[in-house]
Nanobody
Framework: QVQLVESGGGLVQPGGSLRLSCAAS????????MGWYRQAPGKQRELVAG???????DYADSVKGRFTIARDNAKNTVYLQMNSLKPEDTAVYYC???????????WGQGTQVTVSS
């Protein structure tokens, strides 16, 4: 019914930048909160950044000042601008969104971000 398609992952050197995109498509009536999670090898999945339908944002302490989340409601797309990347940012990044329901969320397939010299 609904799918989230992510793009923008890849390999970048420490200090570099990357922008992730996640576009929602399908039978969409409303999109509430959207966010980005990440999971590094051997670690639990964690919230990186979230944004409400009204534009309020919150970030994990580890990425504050470096990452910026934004959304384009006309395109049903959420972005994650990642600057000053560090090796510890290496993880699979997943898009998540509450679509049509505040109690059910949809997940993207994940995109690999690798920060290495």
């Amino acid at each position: 019914q609904v799918q989230l398609v992510e793009s923008g992952g890849g390999l970048v050197q420490p200090g570099g930048s990357l922008r992730l995109s996640c576009a929602a498509s399908g039978s969409i009536f409303s999109i509430y909160a959207m966010g980005w999670y990440r999971q590094a090898p051997g670690k639990q999945r964690e919230l990186v950044a979230g944004i409400t339908s009204g534009g309020s944002t919150d970030y994990a302490d580890s990425v504050k000042g470096r990452f910026t989340i934004a959304r384009d409601n006309a395109k049903n797309t959420v972005y994650l601008q990642m600057n000053s990347l560090k090796p510890e940012d290496t993880a699979v990044y997943y898009c998540n969104a509450n679509i049509n329901s505040g109690s059910f969320s949809w997940w993207g397939q994940g995109t690999q971000v690798t920060v290495s010299s």
